[in-house]
């Protein structure tokens, strides 16, 4: 395995990482409040962008990966495969052990600690990750996360979120719908489309869609109120 440390940048930060992951995380508790707690469409949507951009600001100063041990973020970059860490100002080496295949000369396991190295990308304008747009032979994944104030499931990405979003449209022939889809451009791998209760049958959609995790328009026709 490959290991590797990065660093923030030429910026320094008052806030330390642990500071910055609370405050993301409760970023993300209000989000989900706002999104269930029954306000209008518009008022949801001016508030969920304020919140947004406030999260966004603090993951530019973040790695974009939920795996941490400790105080030192670490995780798999997903362009090149590599493992990273991230040190706090001042640590040149890592505390965390990893087991290799090697042995040494008294037959111990060798363990590698990772090093403070410059960042491969340094200079390089900035890329966007792209999700796979899977897709099954008819309709689209979706996998349901249970009922609350509506009915929210995980698609693939956000190009099969838009697809289930203009079928949802066909549907319930309207161009509006309330069920829409929550896309965020620094969650790349957390799309879901959100089904409300006024169009809807959420206990019946569920049930419906359960088994292979699947939508399309036949079902979602069944279950319209």
Same mark, same amino acid.
């Given at each position: 395995?490959?290991?590797?440390?990065?660093?923030?940048?030429? $910026?320094?930060?008052?806030?330390?990482?642990? =500071?910055?992951?609370?405050?993301?995380?409760?970023?993300? /508790?209000?989000? +989900?409040?706002?999104?269930?707690?029954?306000?209008?469409?518009?008022?949801?949507?001016?508030?969920?962008?304020?919140?947004?951009?406030? !999260? /966004?600001?603090?993951?530019?100063?973040?790695?974009?990966?939920?795996?941490? /041990?400790? &105080?030192?973020?670490?995780?798999?970059? $997903?362009?090149?495969?590599?493992?990273?860490?991230?040190?706090?100002?001042? %640590?040149?080496?890592?505390?965390?052990?990893?087991?290799?295949?090697?042995? =040494?000369?008294?037959? &111990?396991?060798?363990?590698?600690?990772?090093?403070?190295?410059?960042?491969?990308?340094?200079?390089?304008?900035?890329?966007?990750?792209?999700?796979?747009?899977?897709?099954?032979?008819?309709?689209?994944?979706? &996998?349901?996360?249970? %009922?609350?104030? =509506?009915?929210?499931?995980?698609? !693939?990405?956000?190009?099969?979120?838009?697809?289930?979003?203009?079928?949802?449209?066909?549907?319930?022939?309207?161009?509006?719908?309330?069920?829409?889809?929550?896309? /965020?451009?620094?969650?790349?791998?957390? %799309?879901?489309?959100?089904?409300?209760?006024?169009?809807? =049958?959420?206990?019946?959609?569920?049930?419906?869609?359960? &088994? +292979?995790?699947?939508? +399309?328009?036949?079902?979602?026709?069944?279950?319209?109120?």
């Amino acid at each position: 395995m490959n290991f590797g440390c990065v660093l923030f940048g030429e $910026k320094e930060y008052n806030k330390s990482l642990s =500071d910055m992951e609370k405050e993301v995380l409760e970023i993300a /508790r209000k989000q +989900n409040y706002i999104s269930n707690c029954g306000l209008s469409a518009e008022v949801t949507a001016l508030a969920i962008k304020e919140l947004q951009q406030q !999260k /966004r600001e603090l993951l530019e100063l973040m790695v974009r990966d939920s795996c941490f /041990r400790g &105080n030192q973020p670490a995780g798999t970059c $997903k362009s090149c495969g590599f493992y990273y860490q991230i040190f706090a100002n001042g %640590i040149r080496k890592s505390s965390v052990g990893f087991i290799t295949n090697r042995k =040494d000369k008294d037959g &111990n396991t060798i363990m590698e600690y990772p090093i403070l190295s410059p960042h491969p990308r340094k200079g390089i304008p900035s890329w966007h990750w792209e999700v796979p747009d899977l897709k099954p032979e008819y309709g689209e994944y979706w &996998n349901p996360r249970g %009922i609350g104030y =509506d009915l929210s499931g995980f698609v !693939k990405s956000k190009q099969a979120g838009e697809r289930l979003l203009e079928i949802v449209k066909e549907v319930l022939g309207k161009e509006e719908p309330a069920s829409w889809l929550d896309w /965020r451009e620094y969650e790349p791998t957390w %799309i879901q489309f959100k089904f409300q209760k006024e169009e809807f =049958d959420l206990e019946k959609l569920e049930k419906m869609a359960i &088994n +292979n995790r699947i939508l +399309n328009k036949e079902i979602l026709i069944a279950c319209k109120l």
